[in-house]
């Protein structure tokens, strides 16, 4: 797994991931992707693994349960809960994985330019310790990948 180039993260103070991708899509696509089920489970996910399990209640108050699952059976579940939401330009969640400690705070801004929609998710974690370690496990290869799914998704392509 690697990241194309296509997504940017960054380190921000001592807590914070800060991703940015910029998809060839209107925002209101992007965001459906990132809040429909049916949208999710086409892209979330690095190349190989897919969504065993996607529920979603995309209302503020509402939450999501994720499993992945890997081309050799590996797992990786997550869970959160909605804290705001302003569709088409903002969603903010909690999450937390069942492999991972503490609970992250996902802030998610979709800004569209000419038809151009550029996603800047900021990652904030519990501590320094706890970003070290997200970062280790290889996330910016598997939302990088995701990412690309995704724009293969928007531009038509089969992903």
Same mark, same amino acid.
């Given at each position: 797994? &690697?990241? =194309? +180039? =296509?997504? &940017? *993260?960054?380190?921000a103070g001592d807590c914070d991931v800060v991703m940015t991708r910029v998809f060839d899509a209107p925002r209101e696509? *992007?965001? %459906? /992707? $990132?809040? &429909? !089920?049916?949208l999710l489970k086409r892209w979330f +996910? !690095?190349?190989?693994?897919h969504l #065993? =399990?996607? #529920? *979603? %209640?995309?209302r503020?108050?509402?939450? $999501?349960? $994720?499993?992945?699952v890997g081309p050799e059976g590996h797992r990786m579940g997550m869970r959160? =809960?909605?804290? #705001?939401? /302003?569709p088409p330009e903002r969603s903010v969640h909690r999450e937390s994985f069942d492999d991972y400690p503490g609970e992250s705070t996902v802030s998610a801004v979709f800004t #569209?330019? %000419?038809g151009k929609t550029t996603l800047v998710a900021t990652v904030t974690y519990p501590s320094r310790e706890v970003r070290d370690i997200v970062i280790a496990s290889g996330m910016e290869h598997g939302a990088a990948e995701s990412y %690309? &799914?995704?724009a293969e998704i928007l531009a038509g392509s089969p992903a």
């Open positions: 797994m &690697k990241n =194309t +180039g =296509t997504l &940017k *993260v960054e380190t696509l *992007v965001y %459906d /992707a $990132f809040s &429909k !089920p049916e +996910g !690095p190349h190989g693994w #065993e =399990t996607c #529920e *979603v %209640d995309h503020v108050g509402g939450g $999501f349960r $994720f499993i992945l959160g =809960t909605y804290v #705001e939401l /302003a #569209e330019v %000419d %690309d &799914k995704l």
